[in-house]
């Protein structure tokens, strides 16, 4: 049995779909924000939201599970990246109360589906 049509498929998963609604959400945020902001916080925010969902595609796309696993793990690393920037744009008072509100269930349910889906590939065989 092959998995790469599963493998592939990474449009599907909960995770990747949770990943691109923070990327786009954080998107609009920094599109309002003055170039100052934008050129330091903004660009570095940006990158690191949109590198979550990238890795995700990244292993699915690759023909081992420990290749996934690598570019899981890169994606989680780019999500406390996120947190990071989140928390300083936050503090600089860049984002409303209403935007933290939006961000905040995002976040939170995305690192433990980000460590479940890292855990569910390690606990997969591989037909290699």
Not at 34 to 40: I, L, S
Not at 44 to 54: L, Y
Not at 63 to 73: A, E, Y
């Amino acid at each position: 049995m092959t998995h790469n049509k599963k493998n592939t498929d990474f449009k599907n998963l909960h995770v990747y779909q949770l990943s691109a609604e923070l990327a786009d959400l954080i998107w609009d945020i920094v599109r309002e924000w003055d170039t100052f902001a934008k050129n330091t916080i903004g660009q570095q925010i940006v990158r690191s939201a949109d590198s979550i969902g990238a890795n995700i595609a990244e292993g699915c796309g690759r023909g081992s599970f420990q290749d996934n696993r690598r570019f899981v793990k890169i994606a989680r690393g780019s999500l406390n990246e996120t947190r990071h920037w989140l928390t300083r744009a936050a503090k600089r008072q860049l984002l409303t109360e209403e935007q933290i509100n939006q961000i905040k269930p995002i976040v939170h349910e995305l690192a433990p589906k980000l460590n479940a889906y890292l855990n569910s590939i390690g606990s997969q065989k591989s037909d290699d």
